[in-house]
Each structure stands twice: as C-alpha cells, then as structure tokens.
C-alpha cells in the first residue's frame, strides 16, 4: 500500500529541505492513542528545536487500510502501509517507531535492527524478561554500526522531571533515603468497561504493573540516579471477568460491551516496596482503579539535605525543600519551571506559559534525533528498558510468594 505522493510528503519534505538539516524518515507502526502522541512528537521537534536532522513522517502502518489511511491523514503521515514488514523493508525509512501493544515488540523491533533501522519503542519495552534481552542485545549489536535504540518513557522528558534529575545529581538532596511514586488511572472502576487487549497477558504482558508500574519504576530510578535491587510486592485483580468488546476497541476507550464474557489475566494494581543499591527506599502503587483519579503521577524523593515532589497533574511545577534552611523559614517552596534555562525551554515560550503531556512526546523527538546524528546511544536504552522489565518480573515473583523480598536479577 506505498503510495508515492501522499498529503503531508511535500510539506515533510519541504520542511526538511528547509531547515538545511538532512532528513530524518520515520516509520510509525500504530496509530492509536500512543500513535498521535508520537505523531505530535515527530511533527513538532522539527519546528520547535533546531535539529541536526528533520524528522519526516515518512509511513505510518497498521492492518486496517482504512483507519491506517485516515490516521495518515490526520497526523500527517506521507503514506500508510499494512504489513510492518513492508514498512520495514523500505529504503526510504531511516527510523522505525513502534506504537503498538506489547506482544508484537519484540519482533517488530529484532526486525527493524536487523534492516539497519533505528528504533524507537514504547514502553514495557517488551512482554517478558526473555524478549527484553534479545532486544537489548540486538540493540547492543547494532550500535556497532552506528544504529540507536530507545525506550518510550516519555515522563523522563518534562521539564520538571527533568530538573529534578539534575538536583538530585547536583546533591541538592544529599544522601537519598526514601522515593514514594504512585500512578493513579480509574478508567476500570466500572465492572463493564470491555475486555480490551490491555487486560489480556498474551497481548499486554501484564495490567497495571506494566502500564503504570513502568513508567514509576523507570521515573523513580532516573530520578535516584541508582537502581533497585529488590522488591516485595502485592498485586490483585478486583474484577476477573469482564464483557468481551462488542466492536473496535482501543486499548482505553469503552466501546459497547458483548453479552459474552471472558476471564482478565492481568493484575489490576499492583503495589510494592523496593531497596536501592544506595541503601535508600522506595514504594510504589500503580493501579486503574483509583475512583476518580485520572492520570495523577506523583513523585516525591527524601534526602537528607532536602526534598523534591512532582505531580503530573501539576506538570510545570516542582516543590523543592531545602533542609540546611534555618527553621524560621525553611519549607516547601515552588519552583514554576517555565524559564529559559530549564531543561527544553528555551525553545518554547515566554516564562510563565507552561507545556503539558504531549510535550514530552516532542522532547523524546528531539532528543532521539540528536542521539541519531551524533551515533550515540540515547537513554532509555533497551538495556535500560530491560532493567524495568526484571523489576516488573520481580514484582510478579514477590506477589506469587506472598510478598517475599525477591532481588533483581542483573
Ligand atoms: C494508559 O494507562 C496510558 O495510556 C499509558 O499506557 C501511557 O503510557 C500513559 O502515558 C497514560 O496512560
């Protein structure tokens, strides 16, 4: 289904003429809600940072012909195909991007590596522990020619995040002692939300570990600047059978619901405690059943100099402590991150007029194409990406012993 000259081509490559830089032609494979955030992403880095090379959104895939062509259209994709294989197969594809659910990762991305591909994948990096090491050793291979390879953990890339990462690396917080992260969604609250691919292990790999969980556990070990050793976990699935979809359904949007029921083999929160190599704490909850909770991630690490909190739904701001204050005036205090000197804002806009969630999708853009043009490998690395996937396995392990302490395997 290549087509040679699709809405969006010539403007893609207006674009990338335009900017001097060369092209940087991506191939999308989805097109879901994952899909047009990364859409946003590519569409958006070129024209807000100046970029070693022009991202073009060169094909995007999925195995509908019709809603793959729409969410070209849509998004700005220059031609669509339906077999990934074939997107992969094109010379004119320098990057391949992948949207899709878990189970197909880790061939999709072996393939695109073994094409001469970069590769970019959304998180978990992949359903299983096994899968997430060939990936990280393919990627490992590839390297040697100049390929880069990431992992999606997007929430790395705004600007308080950000920040926060450079504190903590600063000192500012001094020895760290405790990170408590929670991940908060309520979209399964009702028992008659369908069965989606997200509630099946053999499509999503796991529930709301490796959904929310991911992201925590990548954010909390980004931030600390170290990695877990350990967990001991509990998990639960509150609702176990639930009505197979009646149509299309997308892994969040509720379509209508089938008489017909089937079995949830995935957990629906999972909540757990961790030890990192510097001796420091962490506990994390992830769960979809958090009435009226939307999309709330929140972050605080203690040190013994200071503290930082980050909350997702207040993404332009980070509460800083600083202990060493004498008493009298000593206390939380917000820092608006909205200046020029803060990690990515130099390119956006005047202090004071914040970003939100789809700007992280641009920042992991931007930070992938500088990455490619400099043949260096970009963090989250797959192996990275395979560090959370043993977390999530050992959360798993802890919850099937009844909480025992289960080390991370390295
Ligand atoms: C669904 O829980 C979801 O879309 C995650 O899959 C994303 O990674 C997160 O950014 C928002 O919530």
């Not at 991202?55 to 669509?80: E, K, N, T, Y």
């Not at 017909?260 to 909540?271: F, N, P």
Request: include cysteine; proline fraction near 5%; glycine fraction near 10%.
């Amino acid at each position: 289904m290549g087509q040679p000259q699709q809405p969006g081509q010539a403007e893609a490559e207006a674009g990338a003429a335009g900017s001097g830089a060369p092209p940087l032609r991506v191939g999308m494979v989805g097109y879901a809600f994952m899909g047009a955030a990364h859409s946003q992403g590519w569409r958006t880095a070129g024209r807000v940072f100046d970029l070693p090379r022009t991202p073009v959104l060169a094909a995007i895939c999925g195995r509908d012909a019709g809603a793959v062509r729409a969410a070209a259209d849509r998004h700005g994709w220059a031609s669509a195909e339906t077999d990934w294989r074939t997107l992969i197969a094109r010379d004119d594809i320098d990057l391949v991007d992948i949207c899709t659910p878990g189970d197909s990762h880790a061939e999709i991305a072996l393939a695109a590596l073994a094409a001469g591909k970069h590769v970019l994948c959304e998180k978990p990096l992949a359903n299983t522990v096994e899968e997430a090491e060939a990936m990280a050793a393919a990627a490992a291979r590839a390297q040697a020619d100049g390929q880069v390879a990431m992992v999606g953990f997007n929430y790395r890339r705004l600007p308080a995040t950000a920040l926060a990462r450079d504190m903590v690396a600063e000192g500012r917080l001094g020895r760290l002692r405790h990170v408590r992260v929670t991940y908060l969604q309520d979209w399964l609250v009702d028992p008659q939300f369908p069965l989606t691919w997200r509630l099946r292990r053999e499509s999503a790999g796991s529930g709301s570990l490796g959904d929310l969980g991911a992201h925590i556990v990548d954010l909390a070990q980004h931030l600390a600047g170290e990695w877990l050793t350990g967990v001991s976990a509990m998990t639960e699935t509150f609702v176990r059978e639930r009505p197979l979809p009646g149509g299309a359904a997308s892994g969040l949007s509720a379509v209508e619901a089938d008489e017909a029921t089937g079995a949830v083999t995935v957990d629906d929160a999972a909540l757990f405690t961790g030890r990192f190599a510097s001796g420091a704490l962490a506990s994390f909850e992830a769960t979809r059943y958090a009435t009226g909770r939307k999309n709330a991630l929140r972050i605080e690490l203690n040190g013994e100099h200071g503290s930082l909190a980050f909350d997702l739904e207040r993404l332009n701001e980070l509460e800083y402590h600083d202990g060493r204050e004498p008493g009298t005036h000593a206390g939380f205090r917000r820092i608006l991150v909205t200046e020029p000197d803060h990690p990515y804002l130099d390119a956006w806009w005047p202090p004071g007029h914040g970003l939100g969630y789809e700007h992280s999708f641009v920042h992991q853009a931007r930070d992938l194409v500088h990455a490619v043009a400099e043949g260096r490998s970009p963090q989250p690395t797959f192996a990275d990406g395979l560090q959370v996937q043993r977390v999530l396995a050992a959360v798993e392990e802890s919850a099937e012993k009844n909480s025992v302490f289960t080390p991370i395997a390295v």
